[in-house]
């Protein structure tokens, strides 16, 4: 039986680490200290922190691209997507800050296979880039990873 999407999710949040929502990172998790992150869609309220107007911090989505049988008779699935990290930078501070939120991204997620129960999720290396400077004077990066689940169906 194959995972969910949500599955899914969740088990990208959860590699993610604990820290996105209790802020405490745990070992291998996340330095929400240090950058913070919300989930698309999440208030900062629940974050237990405020957004910050005086350092880097990122917005965390997942986007599913494709969701498609990988045989005849329809017994597999194969789901690809998108981890998306938007950054944001404030003025003249420069990359630092979205390339180092970037290796941390690459650190948890890059090449990485987490199995879960009847399904493979495979990541491909973190893809950082400048989108470009947003009207309130900041900088606006993204870190991407790809990718792609296997489940039996």
Known sequence: ??????TVQAAIYARFGAAFVSGTPPTGGWNQAAYPVVAENQAW????????T????????IRVATSI???ADARARRVTGVVWLQIFCPAETGSL???????????????????????TLRFNRAVPGYVGIQADGWDQFRCTVEFL????T
């Open 69 to 71: 049988d990988t045989s």
């Open 54 to 61: 005086d350092k880097a911090w990122g917005r965390l989505s």
């Open 97 to 119: 800050p979205a390339m180092k939120m970037s290796d941390e991204m690459e650190r948890i997620f890059g090449r990485q296979t987490v199995v879960l129960a009847g399904e």
């Open 1 to 6: 039986m194959s995972a969910s999407l949500a």
């Open 45 to 52: 309220a629940t974050t237990g922190a405020k957004q910050p």
């Open 149 to 152: 689940s296997d489940a039996m």
